[in-house]
């Protein structure tokens, strides 16, 4: 496997299930993101980590847990999500720094719906 | 607060021409990094190429440069000899450049290319 992974690219599920979204990145990188991307909307960050240690919380609702173990996965728990929680859910991963470009490379998303 | 605004929705263009995606940005800092994704419908965003605030040149990469106009807050992608296969959303992106961490990136609405045969 190589860049960015995600599982499961599609998920369904009821507003009183608990689920989680998984990303792993295998280019060796120390940040790792979530972003959301709904319908007609640009992406929004969600979660930013930086060698492991949460950075960044984009004022999420706390129905959305976010979990890193190490600098190659990442998850999202999900529980008691809403419909209007229903979107693309975009993992990315990038080298910390200021030079260069350190792009984010992203994973494929998982399309989530909730019913 | 930094903000990045794509004011074309959809834009249209020939085959084998070449097209001009617009992108305005907003920022007070001094040292941030411009980016270029593009979305196929399966989803995946893909990194095409990045403008640091410090560099002087345009940036390209292969048939995509980026015109970096600093004073006017502008970093447009231009697309030469459009391909089938750039049919797409593109999105424009602004990242704060903080030492040794991930940056957020802050995206536009994007613009939706269509590439006619």
């Known amino acids: 496997e190589t860049g960015v992974t995600q599982t499961p690219r599609h998920l369904v599920m009821g507003m009183t299930n608990k689920k989680s979204l998984k990303c792993e990145q295998h280019?060796?990188?120390?940040?790792m993101y979530w972003y959301k991307q709904s319908a007609k909307k640009p992406l929004e960050l969600m979660f930013v980590?930086?060698?492991?240690?949460?950075?960044e919380n984009n004022s999420v609702p706390s129905r959305f847990s976010p979990e890193c173990p190490n600098s190659s996965h990442l998850f999202l728990h999900l529980h008691t999500l809403q419909p209007e929680d229903s979107a693309l859910y975009l993992c990315?991963?990038?080298?910390?720094?200021?030079?260069?470009?350190?792009?984010?490379?992203f994973g494929p998303g998982t399309r989530l719906t909730v019913l | 607060a930094q903000k990045i605004t794509q004011t074309q929705p959809g834009m249209f263009v020939q085959e084998k021409e070449a097209v001009t995606l617009d992108c305005t940005y907003d920022?007070?800092?001094?040292?941030?990094?411009l980016f270029w994704y593009k979305q196929p419908s399966s989803g995946e965003m893909i990194f095409l190429i990045y403008q640091g605030s410090y560099d002087e040149q345009n940036a390209t990469e292969g048939r995509y440069s980026l015109n970096f106009q600093k004073a006017r807050k502008s970093a447009n992608l231009v697309i030469s000899a459009s391909q089938l296969g750039d049919s797409a959303m593109y999105f424009c992106?602004?990242?704060?450049?903080?030492?040794?961490?991930?940056?957020?990136?802050?995206f536009g609405q994007g613009t939706e290319l269509s590439v006619k045969p």
């Open positions: 980590y930086n060698f492991k240690e949460q950075t």
């Open positions: 280019l060796g990188h120390n940040a």
């Open positions: 992106a602004m990242r704060e450049l903080i030492y040794n961490q991930g940056g957020k990136l802050i």
């Open positions: 920022t007070s800092d001094q040292s941030y990094g």
């Open positions: 990315a991963s990038s080298q910390p720094g200021t030079t260069g470009g350190n792009e984010q490379f």
